[in-house]
């Protein structure tokens, strides 16, 4: 449970660092190749994805799920820290309407 | 690039330019459910595995193997999509995933379908649906 918990907060980071890593690729291959944020974001999301094999192999759906979810609220706070894209009410009602899909989704699975 | 520079970006975004990222990474959560599926079907030879041999069986179990490797096409599409639209809208779309995971595990799986499963996939389409319409404007 934990280990999904924390790569969840850690797929969020990851997040960041893909879209640092976005608007730093131009024409030139060398913006791909040697593009560190990308390389971290992607570094992060493996670490993120062997937590998330590990802990959803066994363990309760139904608690599992909505903890993923919350990697979805992580990512408004981070937009907001370090793009300052706005928390808009839209946004949150979006979020929120997947974070309750997604815990019923959990329910459901018992 | 300084932070300062990424900062004001979001917000002169081209609307079409916009609209076209929301597109393209809500047909990636196609990508994302079939390759959770395969992730789903590996990670059952796993349960008694250590952190470490979770690792390696990324490479040795085929299943595995090919969901990571959709996941890398769609993380490559997602990279393209983020150098358009906000994080904040982008990332949580791929929750859509859940939808298409659900229905294969009902297809393929004869996993049981219930009315909280039924209710829940609503609900996300819902949530997927006010950030797609309401992220592409403005």
Redesign the interface.
């Known amino acids: 449970m934990v280990l999904v918990l924390i790569g969840s907060v850690i797929g ?1 980071v990851g ?2 660092f ?8 131009n024409r030139h291959w060398t913006s791909i190749a040697f593009n560190w944020r ?1 390389a971290v ?2 570094g992060t ?1 493996l670490v993120s ?2 937590l998330f ?2 802990g ?3 363990g309760q759906l139904s608690v599992l ?1 909505p903890l993923v ?1 919350l ?2 609220v992580c ?2 706070a ?3 820290l ?4 706005p ?2 009410r ?2 949150l ?17 018992r | 690039m300084n932070p300062a520079a990424t900062s004001s970006e979001p917000h002169v975004i081209d609307p079409a330019k916009r609209r076209q990222s929301i597109l393209i990474v809500i047909c990636c959560t196609l990508l994302v459910g079939i390759s959770q599926y395969l992730i789903k079907l590996g990670a059952n030879h796993l349960s008694h595995a250590g952190l470490l041999s979770t690792a390696m069986g990324i490479f040795t179990i085929p299943p595995l193997f090919a969901g990571y490797c959709l996941y890398g096409v769609f993380t490559v599409l997602f990279v393209y999509a983020l150098r358009n639209g906000e994080l904040s809208i982008l990332y949580p779309l791929i929750a859509l995933s859940y939808v298409w995971v659900t229905i294969t595990g009902v297809v393929a799986f004869h996993e049981p379908m219930n009315a909280l499963k039924v209710s829940g996939l609503a609900v996300i389409v819902a949530g997927v649906a006010v950030l797609g319409w309401g992220g592409g404007g403005k």
């Not at chain 1, 309750?100 to 959990?106: A, D, H, K, P, V």
Request: without cysteine; charged residues 10%.
């Open positions: 969020s997040a960041i893909l879209k640092l890593g976005a608007h730093a690729v990308l974001g992607i999301y994805s062997v094999v590990k959803m192999s066994n799920f979810s990697g979805y990512t408004l981070w937009s907001r370090f793009f300052h894209e928390i808009t839209v946004k009602a979006g979020v929120g309407l997947i974070l309750i899909g997604i815990t019923f989704l959990g329910l459901g699975g």
